[in-house]
């Protein structure tokens, strides 16, 4: 069971990436993804979450209406397109999944069962 995380790189602020994080050896159709992201010498924090089924999704203030989750189930892919860049955005950004539903602390990884490796992203001013 494995989370591939890629889409990461140096883009200038304003500008935009797209984040996808692919399942390998599982489906993520049964897994609500939460991207997360962790800044140097930061805490780790959640960034956005969506429903196995993309019905919901979950944004935390600092990204949102910049940042937009979205998942294809068949192709085992969600991802995390990410407008308006900021240098405060810069992090690795990691996926992660947890059972069906975004659980209530879903920012805090409380319900994560499985982590991908991270991408990492690079925002210069």
């Known amino acids: 069971v494995q989370l591939q995380a890629s889409g990461g790189g140096l883009v200038q602020a304003g500008g935009s990436l797209r984040l996808s994080c692919t399942g390998s050896?599982?489906?993520?159709?049964?897994?609500?993804i939460v991207w997360f992201r962790q800044a140097p010498g930061k805490e780790r924090e959640g960034v956005s979450c969506?429903?196995?089924?993309?019905?919901?999704?979950y944004y935390r203030d600092f990204v949102k209406g910049r940042f937009v989750i979205s998942r294809d189930n068949a192709k085992n892919t969600v991802y995390l397109q990410m407008n308006n860049l900021k240098p405060e955005d810069t992090a690795v950004y990691y996926c992660?999944?947890?059972?069906?539903?975004?659980?209530?602390?879903?920012?805090?990884?409380?319900?994560?069962?499985?982590w991908g490796q991270g991408t990492l992203v690079t925002v210069s001013s």
């Open positions: 992660a999944a947890e059972p069906r539903v975004c659980s209530t602390g879903w920012e805090r990884a409380v319900a994560t069962e499985y």
């Open positions: 050896g599982f489906s993520v159709d049964y897994y609500a």
């Open positions: 969506i429903s196995s089924s993309g019905t919901y999704e």
